[in-house]
């Protein structure tokens, strides 16, 4: 045996001569009737206090089962913080700006008016303005319908990209009827052979249709229609946001 062991073994010894001398004095205290009871009470108060000590350790338990639950969820709600950062730094261009309500919008007109707006000429004698025409434009495409295109048809084409081509497209769309819509005398020579194209472009199926064909893209939307164009205008079809008439040489795209 070494000598560490033979301290060890000697303490060991020691400790217990010394615990077997305290009880043979708490024996004798204890056949004192008088401290018989004080050692009752003493019992007692100990007994609470370990009550005490196990409910304490239970809280603590809870409490710490609590923290890491908070913590958890904090964690998820940074993470949806930074989402929600994500996305207000990369909002697409393409998405529709709030209007303003109607009611809102006429308070603030009625408020912007002058204050002698009775000496205004009468409305009769004022020219009066053409009424607006309303050109049918192609609908964005949500990140939804984006998914569903099959991944062979989309490639390399990403969500953006793929509404670009649809802000061109109506571009190209809203300057065609423009033109369309005017009255020729008011055309310049430019613009009036653009009208009668446009016009030659027509058929019977196309009456009452929006449509562009490749040319009008070209030269109203500087678009290069070359394969991968072509593979987008697939992804719109798909989306059913357009389909083709073909005819007298020409392929009309239509706005549906």
Request: charged content about 30%.
């Amino acid at each position: 045996m070494s000598h560490c062991e033979l301290e060890e073994v000697t303490k060991h010894i020691d400790d217990k001569i010394s615990l077997v001398k305290r009880l043979l004095e708490l024996r004798a205290v204890a056949k004192d009737p008088e401290k018989r009871a004080y050692l009752v009470k003493i019992e007692q108060d100990v007994n609470a206090i370990n009550g005490l000590l196990d409910r304490f350790e239970r809280y603590v338990l809870q409490q710490r089962d609590l923290l890491k639950h908070l913590k958890e969820l904090e964690e998820f709600f940074q993470e949806d913080v930074q989402n929600a950062q994500h996305l207000k730094e990369n909002i697409p261009p393409h998405m529709p700006c709030r209007e303003q309500p109607a009611a809102q919008s006429g308070q603030l007109a009625v408020q912007s008016r002058p204050a002698d707006v009775q000496t205004a000429p009468p409305e009769q004698d004022q020219p009066r303005k053409p009424p607006r025409v309303l050109i049918k434009e192609m609908e964005f495409i949500t990140v939804q319908e984006f998914d569903t295109i099959p991944q062979y048809m989309k490639g390399r084409v990403t969500y953006d990209q793929l509404n670009a081509a649809v802000k061109n497209i109506n571009t190209a769309v809203t300057s065609k009827y423009k033109i369309l819509h005017q009255p020729v005398k008011t055309l310049t020579s430019a613009t009036r052979k653009l009208h009668q194209r446009f016009k030659d472009q027509e058929n019977k199926d196309t009456k009452g249709q929006y449509f562009v064909v490749e040319e009008d893209l070209k030269d109203l939307a500087q678009l290069k229609v070359d394969k991968r164009f072509v593979g987008m205008l697939n992804m719109l079809r798909h989306c059913q946001r357009l389909k083709e008439l073909r005819g007298g040489g020409l392929t009309r795209y239509v706005l549906l």
